[in-house]
């Protein structure tokens, strides 16, 4: 299994109707394949996404192509034991959840100094790597991931 973690900067405006639709759009894609993970936005997109290799890397190419956003930054995790978000095709989480607990700080600001030529990747990596974990070991408390931007 292989694991995608990126953000976006959108270049058309995000209003929640486009953002609900967006979502719904990719929970029936990624059932057909195989794919979970979560979206987040709030300025950004930062979207995590895991399945079988050959799956989510084509799905990532369709991402990278879409001229809506411009991907900032992107991590690929190979060789992943298994799922951290079985039970979620596409799950739009709230960014303010993120923003609370500091996780989406955390995040951002690691993929913004892995551009940074100085930055060691495998620390960074496993940094970014434990936050995917946190939002997952979180996610068992569903509720405290509703989006909650309307």
């Given at each position: 299994m292989k694991a995608y973690f990126y953000i976006s900067q959108p270049l058309v405006p995000v209003d929640s109707a486009?953002?609900?639709?967006?979502?719904?759009?990719?929970?029936?894609?990624?059932?057909?394949?195989?794919?979970?993970?979560f979206l987040c936005f709030k300025e950004v997109f930062i979207q995590?996404?895991?399945g079988e290799a050959n799956e989510v890397d084509a799905l990532f190419a369709t991402i990278k192509a879409?001229?809506?956003?411009?991907?900032?930054?992107?991590?690929?995790?190979?060789?992943?034991?298994?799922?951290?978000?079985?039970?979620?095709?596409?799950?739009?989480?709230?960014?303010d959840v993120l923003n609370h607990d500091r996780v989406e700080p955390f995040l951002f600001k690691q993929l913004a100094r892995a551009k940074d030529k100085t930055s060691h990747l495998d620390k960074w990596r496993k940094q970014v790597w434990l936050a995917v974990q946190y939002i997952a070991a979180q996610s068992a408390h569903e509720v405290a991931?509703?989006?909650t931007e309307k």
């Open positions: 486009s953002l609900e639709r967006l979502v719904a759009s990719a929970e029936v894609k990624n059932a057909a394949y195989g794919i979970t993970g995590y996404f895991e879409d001229p809506r956003h411009q991907i900032l930054n992107c991590l690929v995790f190979d060789n992943i034991d298994c799922r951290q978000f079985p039970n979620w095709r596409m799950k739009l989480i709230s960014r991931f509703v989006e």
